[in-house]
């Protein structure tokens, strides 16, 4: 497959135009030198639209599209559960965790833990996810996304690996947050066009002239057990979504760390002009949410009858691309490339806004604001070495990318979870309790996964998470309160009531999920 001329001209018209949109739209004031607040929180000025569609460019990415729709070929819809649950998760984040956050004027997730606990799990879990942004999320992104632009372009997938890490960086290292964000509208709206585009003619390919729905139609009735959302334990995919625990177990735990309590996520919901803005956005994600296996998972179920033969899974996406025609294929992967620069960018900025926030800052209390802002670039563009460098060898070798960083991310997410709930509703917590938490997830998930092999890792992360939720507590009540003033997180005063119309918006949220997997059971 290549790129026709037209094609090419409305890839490179995307990239010129989106590139000076986010230099226009970060662009400060004559005079004004960017502050640490305007380059890693878009001067806390964001409007819901912005905030919505960046949790989504933020979210959906190579991993995502190239990923979840490999999933989709291999496993089937089920795989939507990530996105669909995603969406109930969004719901209780901008109800119960975004008001303390917003209330305490949190920045980072570090910082959080640094004032609510102290600074051993701060500087722990700061550590951790500079590891995990790095070393698994770009990364990632950068592997998957060359896998499509070489599947489209026939483009050596190493100088595509350095191509996308170059632009996502020069795209945002000036103007930040504000700069990722305030363009992630015009992202979203292409990546969803595209995909709808994709999925559109895959359908309208089987239907045989017969229509979208025909196709749809041809599609389940041929291979119904990849529109199973609760798989069997016979389905040889049951250990990757072990049936109803899918919905009631350790999936919830994988969602709640992610969307609550990962900084390159939550960092859009602080930025926000006031809570109820915040709350629009997060509702605004929630639906977009809804939409996103249509994108992503429908054209790798597709796949199944288009490209029976595939050596991957992860090249469902891009074979599916290949059927396109002119000119659609060039805003196809516009939306492609779209989708991995605005998450990449996201995952740079939040790496810089770690490092620079919770070390530099810490150990260099009295630098000025203009010399923040010059480390978290540095930063921003050691990350992306790193990844270039880290690709190939990580990732290289997985059939199913998406599954490979659940699995990674499993380990850790149960104390995560653990040590925030604790930390935002039980003040009795303390930083031995937190620490407990931390390390037991991690020892408790690789001792489960060596003694316990056949135990499904969805499960194995929701029974880590009820451990490490004793263990923390049992630890904070054996060991000393934290000391008088050390808990710098209010929550006395903090309201969760909501507007009329997110209550609305939540209900409408919860009967579409309802709807979905009562067809799809």
């Known amino acids: 497959?290549?790129?026709?001329?037209?094609?090419?001209?409305?890839?490179?018209?995307?990239?010129?135009?989106?590139?000076?949109?986010?230099?226009?739209?970060?662009?400060?004031?004559?005079?004004?030198?960017?502050?640490?607040?305007?380059?890693?929180?878009?001067?806390?000025?964001?409007?819901?639209?912005?905030?919505?569609?960046?949790?989504?460019?933020?979210?959906?990415?190579?991993?995502?599209?190239?990923?979840?729709?490999?999933?989709?070929?291999?496993?089937?819809?089920?795989?939507?559960?990530?996105?669909?649950?995603?969406?109930?998760?969004?719901?209780?984040?901008?109800?119960?965790?975004?008001?303390?956050?917003?209330?305490?004027?949190?920045?980072?997730?570090?910082?959080?833990?640094?004032?609510?606990?102290?600074?051993?799990?701060?500087?722990?879990?700061?550590?951790?996810?500079?590891?995990?942004?790095?070393?698994?999320?770009?990364?990632?992104?950068?592997?998957?996304?060359?896998?499509?632009?070489?599947?489209?372009?026939?483009?050596?997938?190493?100088?595509?690996?350095?191509?996308?890490?170059?632009?996502?960086?020069?795209?945002?290292?000036?103007?930040?947050?504000?700069?990722?964000?305030?363009?992630?509208?015009?992202?979203?709206?292409?990546?969803?066009?595209?995909?709808?585009?994709?999925?559109?003619?895959?359908?309208?390919?089987?239907?045989?002239?017969?229509?979208?729905?025909?196709?749809?139609?041809?599609?389940?009735?041929?291979?119904?057990?990849?529109?199973?959302?609760?798989?069997?334990?016979?389905?040889?995919?049951?250990?990757?979504?072990?049936?109803?625990?899918?919905?009631?177990?350790?999936?919830?735990?994988m969602n709640v760390s992610y969307w609550g309590f990962n900084q390159y996520i939550i960092q859009r919901a602080l930025a926000a002009k006031d809570l109820k803005e915040a709350q629009k956005g997060v509702l605004f994600a929630a639906f977009l949410k809804l939409l996103m296996p249509v994108i992503v998972v429908v054209p790798g179920i597709a796949a199944v009858m288009l490209a029976p033969t595939l050596d991957r899974p992860d090249q469902a996406y891009p074979t599916m691309m290949g059927l396109l025609p002119t000119g659609i294929l060039g805003l196809v992967f516009a939306a492609l490339v779209a989708a991995i620069v605005a998450s990449l960018a996201s995952k740079i900025n939040s790496v810089a806004t770690i490092f620079t926030l919770d070390f530099y800052a810490k150990m260099r209390p009295d630098s000025e604001q203009p010399k923040l802002v010059r480390v978290g670039r540095i930063v921003a563009a050691l990350s992306v070495l790193v990844g270039i460098l880290a690709a190939r060898p990580l990732l290289g070798s997985f059939d199913q990318a998406f599954q490979y960083i659940q699995e990674y991310t499993g380990f850790f997410t149960p104390g995560i979870v653990v040590i925030f709930m604790l930390g935002l509703f039980w003040k009795r917590a303390n930083q031995a309790g937190a620490l407990a938490a931390a390390i037991g997830s991690f020892v408790l998930s690789v001792v489960l996964k060596l003694a316990w092999p056949g135990l499904p890792f969805i499960d194995r992360v929701g029974l880590v998470f009820l451990l490490a939720l004793a263990l923390a507590v049992v630890v904070s009540l054996a060991t000393a309160p934290q000391r008088e003033g050390s808990d710098l997180i209010r929550t006395d005063d903090v309201s969760y009531s909501t507007t009329a119309g997110f209550n609305f918006g939540a209900l409408g949220v919860v009967a579409i999920l309802v709807a979905l997997y009562a067809i799809f059971w």
């Open 1 to 253: 497959m290549r790129l026709a001329t037209l094609d090419i001209a409305i890839v490179l018209a995307y990239l010129a135009g989106i590139f000076i949109l986010a230099q226009v739209v970060s662009r400060e004031k004559a005079g004004h030198q960017k502050s640490a607040s305007d380059y890693f929180l878009a001067s806390r000025s964001l409007p819901w639209w912005a905030i919505g569609a960046s949790l989504i460019a933020a979210n959906i990415s190579a991993e995502q599209i190239i990923g979840m729709s490999g999933s989709g070929y291999a496993i089937g819809l089920a795989i939507a559960s990530y996105e669909w649950m995603a969406a109930a998760t969004l719901l209780i984040v901008g109800k119960f965790f975004l008001p303390i956050f917003l209330r305490n004027k949190i920045y980072t997730m570090p910082q959080f833990l640094e004032e609510r606990y102290g600074t051993s799990i701060r500087t722990l879990m700061a550590v951790f996810w500079l590891g995990l942004y790095v070393f698994v999320n770009i990364t990632s992104i950068l592997w998957l996304g060359a896998i499509a632009v070489n599947q489209v372009t026939g483009m050596d997938q190493m100088t595509a690996v350095v191509l996308i890490g170059v632009f996502a960086l020069v795209y945002q290292l000036y103007g930040g947050l504000k700069a990722v964000a305030l363009t992630d509208i015009v992202q979203v709206t292409l990546l969803v066009l595209g995909g709808l585009l994709v999925a559109g003619l895959t359908l309208s390919k089987l239907g045989d002239g017969a229509g979208i729905a025909a196709g749809f139609s041809r599609l389940w009735a041929e291979h119904p057990g990849h529109f199973e959302m609760i798989l069997s334990k016979d389905n040889p995919f049951y250990k990757d979504l072990p049936g109803i625990s899918v919905l009631v177990g350790g999936m919830w735990i």
